[in-house]
Structure formats: C-alpha cells, structure tokens
C-alpha cells in the first residue's frame, strides 16, 4: 500500500512539473548572464522586505518576458514567499499566455499565495477569481484587505464603501456584503451573499449599493495582447504582495 501510494505522488508530482514546464514554453529566454541574474533575485526573495524586496520584483517586471520562466517556475517553489512574489510579477507583466498556471496555483496550500495569484488573474481579466478577493476581505490582515479591495475596484470599476482600516467591523461586513452581492448578479451565485448575510446577521437594507461610483458593467479593461508592462508603457503600481504571515501595513493609508 506505501508503495502505491509513493507512486501515485510521484506521478503527480512529475505530472504537474511536465505541465509547469509545458506552459514555460515559447517564451523569449533570457541568455545565460540575464538567467542567472533572475535566479539569483528569485533565491533572495525570502530574505528581503517592504522597499527591498519590491524594488527587486520590479527589476524583474522590467525584464519583461524573459523573466516568465522563472517566474512561472517560482510558482512552484518551497518558499511561499517566492511563490506570492512570483505571482505578482506575472500579474504585473500581464502576459495572459501565463494564465494556465497562475489558475494551476490557485490550490497553493498558503492562503496568502492564493491570494496573489488571485489578483494577478483578475487585474488579467479572470473575474471568476473575483470571489476569491471578495473573501480576503475579511483578512484580518490590513495590507491583505486594501489590496483585494483595490484590485477589485480597479478592475470592476465599483466602489462599494469598503475601508480596509475601519475598526467597524460591522461596517466593513456591510461593504463586504455589497461585493458578495455584486458577484451574485455577475456569476449567478447568490448564495454567497445570502450565507454571508445570515452568518453576521447582516440586514438587506444595510446592504444597499451606498458608495457606488462608478455603475458600469463589470468589465476589464487591460491588455489581452500578450504585451508585458515593461513594454507597453503601463505605470507600475506601488503595493508590493503581502508577505505570507505578514501584519504589516505596506499597501494601507
């Protein structure tokens, strides 16, 4: 029985290496001095915090497409650290050849990473993983809670009141409860908000759309050509990820 066992993890293991490496594939590699230079930031990540560690992923953005591999290939690293950091490069670069496996780390073990990668696939036009943002809402982490709630107004375009610093717990509750219902009318899902509403005992009359400012249709608005943002002119955003088990307020205000 542990042998089959051993087994069947290992095909699986090599199944998803055969995979991360399929989607790897015909990208623009960097050469051999550019390579190693990657490598060597992406091994530092674990060591660096707040400007370090975002001037550094930065770096890598601007290298543009020959930093995917890497970065694709840092999804699956040991350090969910790396993992997190990776996934904000590939959303930044907004390559959506990258899709396939920044939706494969969407069952990383780490709340964190799966939050990032999240992000990274809405700000790409992913909205199914809108939800996913919609419960880190209720992080009990600031920087986590500003920055579901940014990618979320910047890609939707609405704005439903939430305040990632509020000490109100039941007013942040209520702007949450707005979201859940937003989603329900986009996906069709109206569970969400209706067991959201019942847990906390929120009522509809709280819920109400108050805040909103923009009442357009959900709809992305960036690339879907394949540019990276360090060839298409795009301005980098100031919020680094959130560091796995961080408390910090780097993204807050």
Known sequence: MRIAVASATLFLFLQACSTTNAVAEGFDKPNSLVAEEINRRVEQIPFQHRDELFENLVWMVQNGEQAVPAMIEGLGHDDAKVRSSCAWVLG????????????????DRETDVRLEVARSLVSMGDLKWSKTLIEGLDSDKKQVRFMCNDTLKTVTGHDFGYDHLSANDGERRAA??????????????????????AQHGLTPDVAAPVGETKPNDAKPTNSTNGASAATNGETMPQSPPAEPGATSTTGGK
């Open 92 to 107: 930044r670069l907004r390559d959506r050849r990258t899709i396939p496996a920044l939706q494969n780390a969407m069952g």
């Open 176 to 197: 949450t409860l707005r979201w859940r219902q937003w989603w329900g009318e986009y996906s069709g899902d109206t569970v969400f908000a209706q067991s959201y509403q």
